[in-house]
């Protein structure tokens, strides 16, 4: 760390010892026991001005509060139906890990549905598996690698894409702002794969909704991306739809343990035990249906530039009837 750095990290340190007691509890369950490498990310994030990444941990930490992050590992998404839809239809999961202890994020970008619950329940899934990451996860894979791991490379498939995917960019947004804004510099990378020709277009309205560090970080894979992606993790860890050229996407391939989507997948059944057990210990009854209601930032995306955007895009591809014909059915979605 250069001295204008550890300057900008020791001023940081002087403000947030000022902050609110709830304020400071709630930094502890952020920094797990590393607030400096917490600062750190706060700071890369605002291009190392104190100020403003100040004012970003706050609202960071005001946020949590607010909307009771610290206790959300203790609230599952019940009845279990109800749980498995989400996963059937919001695809994620853990992989493994690189070869140097960086957790693998699989995400099943073109064939995320988003239609069998509401928005807060996609919500609640996507900060659970989050603070599921930053609470169990990279402490277990520090302790393991001796060192301060502190974050994770995700790996998105983009089979089955489709222009109808552009219904959820409000949802999609909301997560992105979500990461963003709370969990800065926790991806290293996003790495995409098995991108079909409609990418670029669908890329082209995505693109100015994320932040430009985001954009940074996102590297385009030839076909399945296999051989790429072994050079930084071993076999075991490749997420399915990347283990050999063609084998695409599904959502139910393979058995509970290839297909780190499905519920039955250890990673899934851990998160939700773990789930589970924490509920079991802070509640006092059984736990009652009803996903949690987490202050959701404001989406700017438009219907009208995104038709737009997306019509112009379709221009350079030709069969525009078809094409166009499909545009017209695209509603984006308030879920």
Not at 15 to 32: A, G, R, S
Not at 161 to 185: G, R, V
Not at 235 to 255: D, I, M
């Amino acid at each position: 760390m250069g001295i204008a750095a550890e300057d900008a990290v020791n001023q940081f340190e002087a403000l947030m010892k000022q902050v609110d007691e709830p304020l400071k509890k709630t930094f502890q369950n952020i920094h797990q026991g590393y607030p400096t490498g917490t600062l750190v990310r706060f700071l890369k994030a605002r291009e190392r001005n104190v100020p403003k990444a100040h004012k970003m941990l706050l609202d960071c930490l005001n946020w949590r509060v607010e909307n009771d992050i610290d206790n959300i590992l203790a609230k599952p998404i019940v009845p279990n139906d109800l749980y498995r839809a989400v996963r059937d239809s919001q695809l994620i999961g853990l992989s493994g890990y690189t070869k140097e202890g960086l957790p693998v994020f699989a995400i099943g970008a073109g064939q995320s549905t988003f239609d069998k619950a509401s928005v807060h329940y996609y919500v609640q899934s996507h900060i659970q598996i989050n603070e599921y990451r930053d609470r169990v996860l990279l402490p277990s894979a520090s302790k393991k690698h001796g060192r301060h791991i502190t974050s994770c490379v995700k790996v998105l498939d983009m089979t089955g894409l489709k222009l109808s995917a552009l219904s959820q960019i409000k949802l999609m947004t909301i997560i992105s702002t979500i990461d963003d804004l709370n969990y800065p510099e926790k991806t290293t990378t996003y790495y995409i794969a098995n991108a079909p020709i409609i990418f670029s277009a669908c890329w082209k309205v995505v693109k100015p909704l994320l932040q430009e560090r985001t954009r940074r970080k996102i590297q385009v894979l030839p076909g399945c991306g296999r051989d790429e992606l072994l050079k930084i993790m071993d076999y075991a860890s490749l997420p399915h739809f990347c283990r050999r050229e063609g084998s695409g996407s599904s959502r139910y391939s393979g058995n509970g343990n290839d297909n780190c989507y499905s519920l039955d997948h250890p990673f899934h059944q851990q998160l939700y035990n773990y789930v589970k057990e924490q509920a079991s210990i802070t509640a006092a009854g059984p736990y009652k249906q009803g996903s949690v209601h987490v202050n959701l930032p404001d989406s700017s995306a438009d219907e009208s530039e995104i038709a737009k955007t997306i019509e112009s895009e379709l221009n350079k591809f030709g069969n525009q009837t078809r094409l166009t014909d499909s545009l017209d059915a695209i509603k984006v979605s308030d879920n």
